[in-house]
């Protein structure tokens, strides 16, 4: 059994970064991933970014890419999320999710993870 607490959510102006933190409890492994999707009201949820715990393979969703940046923090053993430039379409709840075995291929499935976090929200106005 994993649990994610998230945390960093909040409002931030157009332009400007944010930090999302995502704490797992349980046992973890090297091979299991660790994503961020995220889902803004009336749409489904979207991947985000994914991360092998490890931290030797990523994946970014092409509407991120070049701005955020997911990174494990070995000292606080949490998998961050840093966004950049944000924009209006980044507004929404971000979900870190966790699976057992991390692939690029299927990091932006949703199903694919077992586990689920409750969510921070995002807000970015202009």
């Known amino acids: 059994q994993v649990r994610l607490v998230e945390s960093g959510g909040g409002v931030v102006q157009a332009g400007g970064s944010l930090k999302l933190s995502c704490a797992p409890s349980g046992r973890i492994f090297s091979r299991n991933g660790m994503s961020w999707f995220r889902q803004a009201p009336g749409k489904d949820r979207q991947f985000v970014a994914g991360?092998?715990?490890?931290?030797?393979?990523?994946r970014y969703a092409d509407s991120v890419q070049g701005r955020f940046t997911i990174s494990r923090d070995n000292t606080k053993d949490t998998v961050d999320l840093h966004m950049n430039n944000l924009k209006a379409e980044d507004t929404g709840v971000y979900y870190c999710?966790?699976?057992?075995?991390?692939?690029?291929?299927?990091?932006?499935?949703?199903?694919?993870?077992?586990?689920w976090g409750q969510g921070t929200t995002v807000t970015v106005v202009s």
């Open positions: 999710a966790s699976n057992l075995v991390f692939d690029v291929r299927t990091a932006p499935v949703a199903k694919a993870y077992a586990y």
């Open positions: 991360i092998r715990w490890g931290g030797d393979s990523t």
